[in-house]
């Protein structure tokens, strides 16, 4: 069984900037493609960046130069660089993982079998 555990949310002024983090038990991220949702009230779950155990990554136009995910085979740990915040970054992130092929990749959240509690990021204005 995976355990996901996802940190580093808060609240923070738009421009500014916060690093989550998904740490994995049960298993190693290696074989495993991993992405960061978000959900804001009201709205669906969105990709908004994931990225293939073999580097391969996908951005959403949301996080485009602004977002940077990023691995750390040694931790079991996915990171999340948010930089340049803006107020409708405001959501609920979720890290989740599916064993894959080392290339490939997922942006819809049916195709992700394991799931993190989530992390509030709320961005004031």
């Known amino acids: 069984q995976v355990q996901l555990v996802e940190s580093g949310g808060g609240l923070v002024q738009a421009g500014g900037s916060l690093r989550l983090s998904c740490a994995a038990s049960?298993?190693?991220?290696?074989?495993?493609?991993t992405g960061w949702f978000r959900q804001a009230p009201g709205k669906e779950r969105e990709c908004v960046v994931a990225?293939?155990?073999?580097?391969?990554?996908y951005y959403a136009d949301s996080g485009k130069g602004r977002f940077t995910i990023s691995r750390d085979n040694a931790k079991d740990t996915v990171y999340l660089q948010m930089n340049s915040l803006k107020p409708e970054d405001t959501a609920v992130y979720y890290c989740?993982?599916?064993?894959?092929?080392?290339?490939?990749?997922?942006?819809?959240?049916?195709?992700?079998?394991?799931w993190g509690q989530g992390t509030q990021v709320t961005v004031s204005s």
């Open positions: 989740a993982t599916v064993r894959a092929e080392p290339h490939r990749l997922y942006g819809a959240a049916d195709e992700y079998d394991y």
């Open positions: 049960g298993r190693t991220f290696s074989s495993y493609a």
């Open positions: 990225i293939s155990w073999s580097g391969n990554t």
